[in-house]
């Protein structure tokens, strides 16, 4: 450092520099905690999307009125499938006590297999229980049948998309600090995997990002359009809701009519 520079001055000018920074900071704060639209998703989101009922409410309604027709079978019997969704190597179900799934030839000298998950199981009956029925129990046949064939007609998933205009501003956490990225549209998913608190984005450079909606500060200029887009998910799953709790009600229905003839 050159003997002439003045290192006072240069801590003032730092100091200066910090007291603007955290004035921004606290206005910016200020910003996002009274964006009306923001506060507008918030109510929206917690009074109407928040109570509504899950994929996974719905798969695990289902789930245990098939787990009141076990046991499913007295003799195991092992039935080829050919699903990759499971992998290459899970191509056959052992249907017994239980419904589960491996490799054909282990399964075939006694191996157990791998239980199935809520949403396996579900996706497994619903596909393949016209192969499963004729090993199953006898006087469980017709009512698993049915079950497998209301349980089919769920819908389990629903993505709205809505067209925007406006930028993301991203923190990449490096020295450049936030970017502004324009925006052509955001979507709203919900599925087993997927929840509606999370918003996916696509840029116009057609890079995508996810985030939250509580994350004021990245979705500031975002939230006119995600208001829209939460309306449009609320008008939609409502009706598939409806439809699947319906389609859950037959099914207590047909279950409720195999325990009355059965005496159980």
């Known amino acids: 450092m050159r003997e002439d520079v003045d290192f006072e ?15 921004l900071t606290e206005r910016c704060k200020r910003m996002k905690e009274s964006n009306p639209f923001c506060k507008k998703v918030f109510d929206f989101y917690r009074k109407f999307i928040e109570p509504m009922r899950t994929p996974r409410y719905y798969i695990g309604e289902a789930y245990s009125l098939f787990q009141k027709l076990r046991p ?5 019997t092992v039935i080829r499938i050919d ?5 290459w190597r899970l191509d056959a179900l052992s249907v017994g006590r239980d419904i589960r799934i491996g490799e054909y030839y282990s399964l075939r000298t006694d191996r ?6 809520e949403s396996e199981f579900i996706k497994v009956v619903s596909k393949y229980y016209w192969e499963i029925v004729p090993h199953l129990r006898r006087p469980i046949r017709e009512t698993f049948e049915e079950l497998a064939k ?7 998933s629903l993505t709205i998309t809505q067209g925007c205009e406006g930028y ?10 936030y970017q502004k990225i324009p925006c ?22 057609h890079s995508a990002r996810h985030t939250r909606i509580s994350d ?10 995600i208001y829209k887009a939460y309306r449009k998910f609320y008008n939609e799953w409502s009706k598939i809701q409806r439809k699947n709790d319906e389609i859950l009600e037959k099914m207590r229905k047909v279950l409720g009519e195999y325990v009355l003839v059965n005496n159980l």
């Open 72 to 76: 499913f079978a007295y003799r195991r």
């Open 112 to 117: 157990i297999g791998h239980s199935l998950s």
């Open 184 to 205: 052509k549209e955001i979507s709203i998913s919900i599925s087993e995997r997927a929840y509606p608190e999370y918003i996916h984005i696509t840029c116009i450079d």
């Open 83 to 87: 699903d990759e969704e499971f992998g």
């Open 150 to 156: 209301l349980v089919g007609e769920l819908e389990l």
């Open 216 to 225: 004021s500060g990245e979705l500031f200029a975002l939230y006119k359009p």
């Open 168 to 177: 993301f501003y991203y923190d990449d956490s490096s020295w450049r600090g």
């Open 9 to 23: 001055e240069y801590i003032r000018e730092y100091e200066a520099i910090v007291e603007t920074i955290n004035n």
